[in-house]
């Protein structure tokens, strides 16, 4: 059994804060408003329980034990009376400052600006209890020489660390992919992304993406060397919409690698079903810090009322308001107000637990134009009778993109030619098609021929999973695909037949009250 921290009994300040907070194994959240020494608490579990040379801490941690932290005691309780657990402890936003505070450093070299920059960048690291890491892609290629020593073919270990940080990329960024080419002259990997079906230099990543992927991938790197890992604010670079990814790649990489994660977060996300049990929220309280296992209406205020507040100033909807999952949503939608010549407002919202929950907030404030739409991931609608909430009769919103002679119209190819490019998509996807719930159904996949591309079957099956794919084999570009089908189904008079009907409906229905 890995080594476990189970529970903390931490006592600072004098008492402000003198509490329990209990732990699980897998991934464990601390959430609060600024202030509440949640980052402290990770700073002190870190000085306990693995203590470098520059901390006045005491020996090695026992279960039971109580040790002299920053400002007080912590006293941690192991799976077992006596545990050496190896801690690592890493913030984003300090990896970030310090990373930009070198970089200054390194542009002033032997100027007289150097003393004083340097001095910045020590008070940055000044508490070495946080470890710094690399950019993204000074990992991939930490990642490709370490297997390039080994000897062998280059090529093919460069394929292999491309498959690698593609996992780590998708896990977080659905739409993003590493490729690379190997370059003859320099004997080194040239490495490219695709956002959205673009093509870009590595560099094409922003700032706050560059900081994301960094962290995913040390995370996931560093989990064979260490027990637990702390890591403060790892949402810090993140749009609100993509928090509840973050926290699906730190929970799945903790269960996945057996190591205990203590993730502090201001995120919306951990309000989040399947993240609120994990989490240990901390609130003032008297002129004390309480630790609740249930948040509060003051809690949920103050870490969701920035974002509530933002819907709220775009309530009083002028015109029709969509709120949807992601691109793939936001392009179809939008294609079809187009058809219809209705002006719309799209708000991507990053998944569907985001939009339920923004539809639950819409009806407590009576928003009257505004509209929710979720994929059927095969699953039964929340909320039968709400003819707001749009839940989609099919898997996903891709699968409304499958008719065969649409699509050769569309294409300029034969229909067998198009039947035969889903058949090799859909097949070399295999068990993502049918979801986690139905990964057995990928035997369906066998003696797949074009009689058995029925409507109930594709209906059921992630065609998100493959569409990009099969698209790209009618040598044909995403966004111009859904635009150019949408185009054919309106002139052909289809709509009713192909596209879903709540969507039609909806948009028809905001016309009629902006009329």
């Given amino acids: 059994m890995p080594s476990l921290l189970n529970k903390i009994d931490i006592d600072l300040f004098n008492h402000t804060i003198n509490e329990t907070i209990e732990f699980r194994s897998g991934l464990n959240i601390i959430s609060g408003a600024n202030g509440t020494f949640k980052s402290t608490i990770l700073d002190s579990i870190k000085i306990a329980l693995d203590p470098s040379p520059h901390q006045h801490s005491n020996s090695s941690a026992v279960s039971g034990n109580a040790i002299n932290v920053r400002g007080g005691t912590l006293t941690p309780y192991f799976n077992s009376s006596h545990d050496s657990i190896k801690v690592l402890l890493i913030s984003p936003k300090r990896n970030s400052e310090r990373r930009s505070y070198e970089q200054i450093l390194e542009s002033v070299r032997g100027g007289q600006a150097e003393n004083a920059i340097r001095q910045i960048v020590e008070r940055v690291a000044g508490n070495d209890s946080y470890v710094a890491y690399p950019s993204f892609s000074e990992l991939f290629m930490m990642d490709f020489e370490k297997r390039r020593r080994m000897g062998g073919d280059q090529v093919e270990y460069m394929t292999e660390s491309i498959l690698k940080y593609n996992g780590i990329i998708s896990r977080v960024f659905g739409e993003y ?36 992927l960094a962290l995913a991938a040390f995370v996931e790197n560093s989990v064979p060397d260490y027990d637990l890992i702390l890591i403060d604010e790892p949402e810090v670079h993140l749009h609100w919409h993509l928090e509840n990814k973050m926290l699906d790649f730190l929970w799945d990489v903790a269960h996945v690698g057996e190591t205990q994660i203590i993730a502090v977060t201001h995120s919306r996300a951990v309000f989040n079903e399947k993240y609120l049990p994990l989490t240990t929220f901390l609130k003032w309280s008297d002129g004390e810090v309480k630790a609740d296992e249930n948040p509060d209406e003051d809690i949920i205020g103050q870490l969701s009322g920035e974002a509530i507040e933002i819907i709220k100033m775009a309530g009083d909807f002028v015109k029709p308001t969509f709120f949807v999952e992601d691109n793939a949503h936001e392009q179809f939608v939008r294609a079809i107000s187009r058809k219809m010549d209705i002006d719309i407002s799209i708000s991507k919202c990053g998944n569907s637990s985001n939009v339920k929950s923004i539809f639950r907030l819409s009806k407590e404030e009576l928003w009257s134009n505004a509209y929710f739409v979720v994929d059927g991931d095969n699953q039964g609608n929340p909320y039968p009778g709400e003819d707001k909430f749009i839940h989609l009769n099919k898997y996903c919103i891709d699968n409304y993109l499958l008719n065969i002679g649409i699509a050769a119209n569309i294409s300029g190819k034969s229909e067998s030619d ?41 209906d059921s099956v ?54």
């Fill in 418 to 458: 198009v039947e035969e490019a889903m058949m090799e998509s859909i097949k070399s996807k295999g068990h993502k098609l049918f979801g986690q719930k139905a990964a057995g159904l990928v035997f369906l996949l066998e003696d797949l021929d074009p009689q058995r591309l029925n409507e109930d079957f594709m």
């Fill in 462 to 515: 992630d065609a998100s999973s493959y569409i990009s794919e099969y698209i790209n084999k009618l040598d044909l570009e995403y966004n111009l695909f859904v635009g150019k089908y949408i185009d054919e189904v309106f002139d052909g008079e289809r709509q009713d037949e192909l596209l879903p009907g709540e969507i039609l409906q909806a948009l028809a229905g905001s016309q009629a009250v902006a009329d």
């Fill in 177 to 212: 992919e590493v490729s690379g080419e190997w370059d003859e002259s320099s004997g080194v990997p040239r490495m490219n992304i695709k956002k959205y079906q673009v093509n870009l230099p590595i560099d094409g990543f922003s700032l706050g993406e560059k900081e994301v």
